[in-house]
């Protein structure tokens, strides 16, 4: 019999947090009503410059990408990647001397990562967009000077002789006493009046799901994670899938509105 149910794509990365919230809506293990979802898995890079074309639609964004592109995607207020002492870590196998002509490998050029760093240092331009697991082994092999990580890197980065720079999480704590925004799930505006709150709360219901079943969705995750350690699996999700991935709330809010200030206070966007 055909399944009459209606067919979205939804687009996320293969990190740990997305694939652990996403898990119970693309394996029934939730009730997702009159939609059928299935899955395009990618960096999140890929994913920020596909939704420049309004590839997919419903996406993982980096929250860079979303507010650059709010005239074509809407937030929602479940699946977000928001938190305390989660930034991402600029790292070297030592200290550069001058920032400013440094070769700093970023995990994209619509990252939020990207965006803290500039925000951190207006003067850095020699940056080099790079697949996110090849930043670690470019700098211990010294072709770059310093790395942006993101993701696992951040609980694997002394296996490559790589010591921390700076916490651009605790960086941004410290300036704005908020939440650090890193990355959201967007629905494309043309189809949000119609099917927003539904979406919505089927994904909320998938990230408590989640939470209530964590094994449930393990071997999904390894399917897709850089690195496959239970422990390093468990640290990422953890780290990056919390209250605000069930709701931002007031608070969450706050710091994307805050983010996007200081992106139009230093004339970025």
């Known amino acids: 019999m055909k399944d009459k149910r209606h067919e979205i794509k939804i687009a996320f990365s293969p990190c740990p947090n997305d694939t652990f919230i996403f898990h119970a809506m693309l ?30 639609p419903v996406t993982k964004l980096s929250f860079y990408a979303y507010l650059l592109l709010k005239d ?37 050029t619509y990252t939020t990562a990207h965006l803290l760093l500039k925000l951190w240092r207006p003067e850095i331009q020699n940056v080099i967009p790079t697949r996110f697991d090849l930043i670690l082994p470019g700098v211990q092999s010294g072709e770059f000077d310093a790395g942006l990580i993101i993701h696992e890197g951040r609980f694997i980065y002394p296996e490559y002789d790589c010591i921390k720079i700076i916490d651009l999480g605790e960086w941004w704590e410290s300036e704005t006493h908020l939440p650090i925004p890193l ?3 967007a629905i494309r505006n043309d189809i949000a009046g119609d ?7 089927i994904l909320r219901h998938s990230v408590a799901y ?5 094994d449930a969705s393990r071997a999904f995750i390894k399917s897709h994670a850089q690195e496959m350690d239970d422990t ?8 990056y899938v919390n209250d605000f991935s069930m709701s931002l709330g007031e608070t969450g809010r706050k710091a994307v509105e805050t983010l996007e200030e200081m992106l139009r206070c230093r004339k970025i966007m």
Request: hydrophobic share 40%; net charge neutral.
């Open 27 to 56: 394996h029934g293990h939730i009730d997702t009503g009159a939609f059928r979802f299935s899955a395009y898995i990618a960096d999140v890079e890929d994913l920020n410059q596909k939704a420049f074309a309004r590839t997919f």
């Open 72 to 108: 074509h995607y809407t937030l929602l207020d479940a699946g977000s990647a928001l938190g305390y002492k989660c930034g991402p870590l600029l790292v070297a196998k030592s200290a550069p001397k001058d920032f400013a002509q440094a070769r700093i490998a970023i995990p994209g």
């Open 183 to 185: 990355g959201c799930i």
């Open 195 to 201: 099917h927003k709150e539904k979406i919505e709360s």
């Open 210 to 214: 989640a939470f209530e079943n964590k």
């Open 232 to 239: 390093v699996i468990d640290s990422h999700i953890s780290l």
